[in-house]
């Protein structure tokens, strides 16, 4: 049972991944692109280790896939973040059809 | 331009479903672990990762910019993350999730460091 679970979680997070790089070679700015990005990392990523901790159970492995999906959200979101601040600060234009450009207002 | 966007859109549709065929009729073998259970969940599994890193490898190379290019980069190391949990389960030995480990620490370091000097300032502020 704890391995079917497994398998459903993994599938999930495979399909997270493929969904991920779909928008990563389909959408029009920078910006956007790591916004999809982003979800490939915290719904796939964890989702496929989360199944690999229930398929291979509470062992030494299980333990260190624990570790891993601790330090890939503690470290995930501080990359994206600084990413977009750079290419921001860098002049990275936005797409001419974004609405509003709130970190532009609040340097002014 | 109207011709040559729907001959893309074609070209598109070819591509992504020939490879969604392969990986639902034929599932990769491997070559020493024959006698694992569902071992053809785990070949398709690899296919579809297979398949998201040339998309990644599309937009290093093509990206305007260089964001879009580190972007590409930072998810193409997460994506190998997963492919080592998935090979823990398929070929049962647990040094593969130590290179896991390994490569989400290292991942996390070159993207600061890139994002660092895409913002164009010195290393030492």
């Known amino acids: ?108 | 331009m109207k011709l040559g966007k729907i001959l893309r859109w074609i070209l598109g549709v070819f591509v992504f479903g020939g490879v969604l065929a392969v990986i639902i009729l034929k599932p990769l073998p491997f070559l020493f672990y024959h006698n694992l259970p569902r071992l053809g969940f785990l070949g398709r599994a690899i296919y579809i990762f297979i398949l998201a890193s040339f998309m990644c490898i599309y937009r290093i190379g093509k990206g305007p910019t260089g964001a879009d290019r580190i972007v590409a980069l930072d998810i193409l190391g997460i994506m190998i993350v997963g492919l080592c949990a998935i090979l823990t389960i398929s070929t049962g030995r647990s040094w593969y999730i130590d290179i896991g480990i390994a490569w989400v620490l290292q991942s996390f370091i070159s993207t600061l460091a890139l994002a660092k000097y895409l913002e164009g300032k010195g290393f030492d502020e």
């Open chain 1, 1 to 108: 049972m704890n391995d079917l679970i497994g398998f459903i979680l993994i599938s999930i997070g495979l399909v997270f991944d493929l969904l991920g790089c779909v928008g990563l070679v389909r959408l029009p700015d920078a910006y956007n692109r790591l916004q999809a990005a982003t979800k490939c990392v915290t719904m796939g990523t964890c989702s496929i280790l989360f199944g690999t901790l229930l398929v291979i159970g509470f062992t030494a492995a299980g333990m260190k896939v624990i570790l891993c999906m601790i330090f890939l959200i503690l470290t995930s979101p501080v990359a994206s973040h600084a990413i977009a601040r750079g290419s921001h600060k860098s002049g990275v234009k936005l797409w001419e059809g974004s609405v509003c450009d709130a970190y532009a207002e609040d340097n002014k």
